[in-house]
T-cell receptor
């Protein structure tokens, strides 16, 4: 299965600023996803990162707040824009292929907004 | 829509005793079912999956899970718990019934504490 490198692993940011999280996969994959895990909570899907086209966002998440890029089949970024303390969470990248029956996860980015 | 329920926020078990972490699911078609484990300050690690075939699935670290279609359940089990099994466990489901249904839906997680 794919191996994912996600960075940064953690950051403390000032409100009103933006942070870009990178997700690098060691092999080409068709599917890449971004999740948010708020403290003590489950994983919530933010969006599916589509190669060469706009990401597909889930209800409650918008492109202006969480712009996503996916320039190729091994790399994606998630930006958390105009941050507020409510954005403090763990953000996780996940990747795999359509015919995979399980996806691999990155180690996550722990974001604290102050 | 697909959904997963993990009815227990926390499960406590003594080391050496068998453990069970419960999961029920809802999908419109046939399910693909997964268990993941998350250790503190780490990402999710895949434990096991059910796609088709034998209802008893064996996975990593001695864990197994039993698929029960009539009860729409996929409970995680281990015959003898270790202190190192203490972590957060997530059940996830994917509906294989339609094109584009590649997303995993996660349960809220169950914290397993194994007591020495």
């Amino acid at each position: 299965s794919a191996v994912i490198s996600q960075k940064p692993s953690r950051d403390i940011c000032q409100r009103g600023t933006s942070l870009t999280i990178q997700c690098q996969v060691d092999s080409q994959v068709t599917m890449m996803f971004w999740y948010r895990q708020q403290p003590g909570q489950s994983l919530t899907l933010i969006a599916t990162a589509n190669q060469g086209s706009e990401a597909t966002y889930e209800s409650g998440f918008v492109i202006d707040k969480f712009p996503i890029s996916r320039p190729n089949l091994t790399f994606s970024t998630l930006t958390v824009s105009n941050m507020s303390p409510e954005d403090s969470s763990i953000y996780l990248c996940s990747a795999g292929d359509r015919l995979d029956y399980g996806y691999t996860f990155g180690s996550g980015t722990r974001l604290t907004v102050v | 829509a697909q959904s997963v329920a993990q009815p227990e926020d926390q499960v406590n078990v003594a080391e050496g005793n068998p453990l069970t972490v419960k999961c029920t699911y809802s999908v419109s078609g046939n399910p693909y079912l997964f268990w993941y484990v998350q250790y503190p300050n780490r990402g999710l690690q895949f434990l096991l999956k059910y796609i088709t075939g034998d209802n008893l699935v064996k996975g990593s670290y001695g864990f197994e899970a039993e698929f029960n279609k009539s009860q729409t359940s996929f409970h995680l089990k281990k015959p003898s718990a270790l202190v190192s099994d203490s972590a957060l466990y997530f059940c996830a489901v994917r509906d294989n019934s339609g094109a584009g249904s590649y997303q995993l839906t996660f349960g809220k997680g169950t914290k397993l504490s194994v007591i020495p």
